[in-house]
């Protein structure tokens, strides 16, 4: 019924299903779209990072639906090794940062991303620790959306 009356979820729901695709059956081959949309998405990310250090004002909206796609792949992400393997180093370089981020919105999806993905094993303890703090600062923000994702990202 949710896909039905909201368009997000419908979005979400096809992206799901394009990076499903294999046009071999059998377990032996990656889905044909999942890795070229990691890069697409992994590329975008860069470029906003890129912006950001020269010193311009990049759309952080076209990052924060980047984030929200990436991290509504989670599930297919985990079933390949080798792309889980990559998740983590995609969490440093991309939205580590993010904890500290000017716009809300972008502060609460580095939150839920992290949410998303705390079931991956990851094996830098630094780079887990700043993400617990970053987590954990934001349960103290004065903005109730990025409270309510540091809390479910912490659950």
Not at 2 to 21: A, H, N, R
Not at 46 to 72: C, H, M
Not at 83 to 88: F, K, T, Y
Not at 119 to 139: K, M, P, R, W
Request: with cysteine.
């Amino acid at each position: 019924m949710e896909t039905i009356y909201m368009p997000k979820i419908t979005t979400v729901d096809l992206l799901q299903l394009i990076c499903q695709y294999k046009s071999v059956k059998g377990n032996k081959k990656k889905p044909d779209y999942l890795v070229p949309f990691l890069g697409f998405a992994s590329n975008n990310m860069q470029q906003y990072t890129d912006a950001v250090q020269v010193g311009n004002n990049p759309d952080w909206r076209i990052k924060e639906a980047l984030l929200f796609a990436v991290g509504s792949l989670n599930e297919v992400i985990g079933l390949h090794k080798d792309l889980a393997a990559n998740i983590e180093p995609m969490l440093k370089a991309h939205v580590l940062f993010d904890f500290n981020s000017p716009y809300p919105l972008l502060k609460s999806r580095a939150c839920w991303v992290y949410g998303e993905f705390s079931e991956y094993s990851f094996n830098d303890t630094e780079h887990i620790q700043h993400a617990v703090d970053g987590i954990y600062q934001c349960l103290f923000s004065d903005q109730l959306p990025i409270k309510f994702a540091a809390a479910l990202a912490l659950s």
